[in-house]
């Protein structure tokens, strides 16, 4: 009778286990990364972080044919990833350092995933908002502002309401900044562009000039013309 106890509680639990297992699964995905493991394994892996915790999924590959070797699970809670230093060496001996910090930053109590993002992906996002969205976005956080004030957010606003960008406008921006480019009323940024085309025109004047000397010797020389050479009186 005991032993049927021991077998009929651990059925129970093996049965909770893939019930949490699944809640687990089904959750919104933030994060997805699979790989093979380094030598000498050469098993692959499957990293899954959701909101509601971490799955760590594993095919072991052996060498031998007669080895049966199904797939193996192992579910973590979020709550208990930031505690779990065997999930985090698996993490870390895979893919990495900075997957492990990604997913331990990830399963953090706190709930704003979006802040969390990559700023590289949080500009993306911006770029589809309206200029009033934009203007509120950067009110919300400091993460959020930081985004909203990048220079590559605000090319993309410039280009979605100008369709082209020039070299003369590049040029300005890089010494001004693109939100500034792009507050500026039209007749004044027709004013700066003609500016910096005309010194771009002289720059470019200078730079022949400085090379022509050089170009006329060498024509000269190709030529069969040699330059005048000094002679110093004694």
Not at 150 to 176: C, G, K, M, V, Y
């Amino acid at each position: 009778s005991l032993r049927f106890k021991r077998g009929k509680r651990s059925i129970q639990q093996r049965k909770e286990e893939q019930k949490r297992r699944r809640f687990i699964a089904d959750a919104w995905v933030l994060f997805e990364k699979t790989g093979q493991a380094p030598a000498p394994s050469k098993d692959y892996c499957q990293l899954l972080v959701t909101t509601e915790g971490v799955l760590w999924r594993w095919w072991r590959i052996s060498l031998r044919r007669s080895a049966v070797v199904y797939p193996g699970e192992w579910a973590v809670d979020r709550e208990d990833v930031e505690h779990d230093e065997r999930l985090q060496n698996e993490i870390e001996r895979t893919f990495g350092r900075d997957v492990r910090d990604q997913v331990v930053h990830l399963s953090t109590r706190s709930n704003d995933f979006l802040s969390k993002l990559p700023q590289k992906l949080l500009v993306k996002i911006a770029s589809y908002l309206t200029l009033e969205d934009v203007i509120a976005m950067a009110h919300c956080s400091k993460a959020f502002r930081r985004c909203c004030l990048t220079d590559s957010l605000w090319r993309n606003i410039f280009l979605q309401h100008h369709n082209t960008i020039t070299p003369e406008l590049e040029q300005l921006a890089a010494e001004h900044s693109w939100r500034k480019i792009f507050f500026t009323d039209k007749l004044r940024l027709q004013m700066l562009v003609s500016r910096q085309r005309s010194q771009m025109s002289i720059k470019r004047n200078n730079e022949n000039a400085d090379q022509s000397p050089v170009d006329d010797a060498e024509n000269g020389a190709s030529n069969g013309q040699h330059a005048p050479i000094a002679v110093e009186e004694s």
